[in-house]
């Protein structure tokens, strides 16, 4: 790695903490600056939640400094997650370097327009899904969780919003949910050698320091500036990834 690839990394990964833990996304950011210092696809998305996984933790931290843990309400959310977090990982490696960076690359399509149109909290309550609805979309959360990560964050806030919940308790429970599907996925990730740990080390180091800032700037609804820079370089890696420059 050059010294650009080290400040691009530590960079990158602090705005790919403070977006996640706002609202999701940043490791679209994250893993598309990994592959662009030479990591190859599958690798960087192990790589990547080595950060996504030190995030977890500091902005957990963080929400709970601020008198926000959503613990109690993300205990009934984790068991589909964690089943489908784990068959997503597993499935995901039967991609080649190629494929798989082509797929992030149209994934990041549907996942900008939830960038565009974040739930709204308008004071209206959502009508709650059903139970079973509810399972099943949480399941199908760690299921793309386990195997891509990208754009998670965004998803749970628009399943999440359909149980309740205010955004504000909804983003510290899907910080809590992202980090356990993390520590679910990362070990099948390592076991195969798709951690590249020199930049997946300096990724987290700027992870876990947006993790932790990202908390209170979450309270303090700053989220459309972050969110319009977000939209940008999804645009431009996208474009990479596929291949059109």
């Not at 994934?107 to 209206?124: I, N």
């Amino acid at each position: 790695m050059s010294a650009l690839d080290v400040v691009l990394l530590l960079g990158g990964g602090l705005v790919a903490g403070v977006v996640n833990t706002i609202a999701g996304g940043g490791s679209l950011i994250s893993v598309g600056l990994l592959v662009v210092a030479g990591v190859p696809g599958n690798v960087a998305n192990g790589s990547n939640r080595v950060g996504v996984l030190a995030a977890g933790v500091t902005a957990t931290a963080g929400f709970r400094r601020l008198g926000l843990s959503g613990r109690r309400q993300a205990v009934p959310v984790l068991v589909p997650v964690v089943i489908g977090s784990a068959l997503g990982a597993l499935v995901v490696g039967r991609l080649t370097d190629d494929a798989f960076e082509r797929v992030f690359g149209v994934l990041m399509v549907p996942l900008l327009l939830l960038a565009l149109w974040p739930p709204k909290a308008d004071g209206t309550p959502a009508r709650p899904w059903p139970f079973l609805l509810q399972t099943a979309a949480f399941f199908g959360v760690g299921l793309y969780g386990g195997a891509f990560q990208a754009g998670i964050g965004l998803v749970l806030i628009v399943v999440l919003s359909r149980t309740e919940l205010d955004l504000v308790v909804a983003n510290s429970i899907k910080v809590i949910v992202v980090l356990v599907v993390t520590a679910t996925a990362l070990p099948v990730f390592i076991l195969r050698g798709d951690v590249d740990w020199g930049p997946a080390l300096i990724l987290a180091a700027g992870f876990a320091a947006g993790g932790w800032l990202g908390a209170p700037v979450t309270v303090a609804g700053g989220e459309r500036l972050i969110r319009a820079v977000m939209v940008l370089a999804v645009i431009a890696l996208s474009g990479r990834l596929v291949g059109l420059y």
